[in-house]
């Protein structure tokens, strides 16, 4: 277990330590050097909690890919997790806010934490609409799916695999609801969020469309002999998907600390260890194992984005959300242990079949 979390422990290691550094730079004295210290421990936690669903869902991908793209989605992708969307991004919002240069917007970060934090939450009703509608996207596309054997919550789960015969039925549920949230903000609010929702929306229907060509053009070269290695397509869905992750997990930090250097190495200590989790729970098997866990990690999603599209009116603290998913992927890997007890290994086959 230890050797598939080495690198995230030694990654901590070297934040916290960079942690100290900036916390005595900035402070001069012991205890304000552990206050910050304090705060970059929480915000990992805070990030770990809230992406656990994250790493269930990378694991479900994971396992379709050959293990150079899960060792590229574990370096290069934490290089996209980490710099990209723990440093980048906020910095791209501050400069397109603010109508600032890169550099502008990394001195303003900076020298006058407040204003830069000000700029980003600004920013909220977009990222709410876009990132909500990805992931809300991802969650219904895994239950109106017809072809689905298994089911948890069985009444509902079965009702919606029935609708996955109408075509993109997934998406005109999604547009209702962004619809529905759009009537409850200020006409300008209200655009914004539209219009993010939408492009969120083509992201998904992109990412898709860019896995299925991968995959067709695969199927072709494997047909006539060539050795295929895949995981392109899942790897960018991953990357996506990861971003649209961190969205919450950004603004949330906001409420610890305005610090960017604090809350970069806060967050990217936690996505380290998810992405440690997901080559975890890969090795491991684990969905495998625990039949009901990918189904709670997808109900979980579905309520974080429903969360965050909620969130573009109405406030809801990030331990409602890290809670709710909690308590799903807990009462999925409930639900999974019973049933293995109920059916063992020589009954399973027998046991999904009849499902």
């Not at 109508?99 to 990222?127: F, T």
């Not at 969020?193 to 070269?221: D, H, K, N, P």
């Not at 080559?279 to 997808?298: C, D, P």
């Amino acid at each position: 277990m230890l050797r598939h979390y080495k690198g995230s422990i030694l990654f901590t290691l070297i934040c916290l330590a960079l942690a100290v550094w900036y916390g005595w730079m900035q402070t001069g004295t012991a205890s304000g050097t552990l206050a910050l210290l304090w705060i970059v421990v929480v915000l990992s936690v805070l990030e770990v909690s809230l992406s656990f669903d994250n790493a269930v869902v990378n694991a479900a991908v994971l396992e379709d890919m050959d293990e150079v793209w899960q060792r590229r989605f574990l370096t290069w992708g934490m290089l996209i997790a980490v710099f990209g969307m723990r440093i980048v991004f906020p910095l791209a919002i501050v400069a397109i806010a603010a109508g600032l240069g890169p550099r502008e917007a990394l001195e303003l970060s900076l020298n006058d934490p407040k204003r830069y934090e000000e700029i980003v939450s600004s920013a909220h009703i977009g990222i709410a609409g876009f990132g909500g509608a990805f992931l809300a996207m991802v969650g219904l596309s895994f239950f109106f799916d017809g072809e689905k054997e298994v089911h948890w919550i069985v009444s509902v789960e079965r009702w919606l695999s029935k609708f996955s015969s109408i075509k993109a039925a997934e998406i005109a549920l999604l547009l209702v609801g962004l619809y529905l949230i759009s009537l409850m903000l200020d006409p300008a609010d209200a655009l914004t969020f539209m219009v993010a929702g939408s492009l969120g929306l083509v992201t998904f229907i992109a990412v898709e469309a860019l896995g299925t060509i991968l995959e067709m053009r695969e199927q072709a070269l494997a047909a006539q002999g060539a050795v295929v290695r895949s995981g392109l397509g899942g790897f960018l869905y991953l990357n996506i998907l990861d971003a649209s992750f961190s969205f919450d997990g950004v603004i949330g930090a906001f409420a610890l600390s305005n610090n960017m250097v604090v809350i970069a190495l806060g967050l990217s200590i936690g996505a380290m260890f998810v992405r440690s989790m997901t080559i975890h729970l890969v090795r491991k098997g684990t969905l495998a194992e625990y039949r009901y866990l990918e189904h709670g990690a997808f109900w979980a999603i579905i309520a974080l984005g429903a969360i965050m599209l909620l969130s573009a009116k109405f406030h809801i603290p990030e331990t409602i959300t890290g809670l709710i998913g909690a308590v799903l992927i807990g009462a999925s890997l409930w639900w999974s242990i019973r049933h293995n007890r109920k059916f063992p290994d020589s009954e399973l086959d027998a046991a999904v079949r009849s499902d």
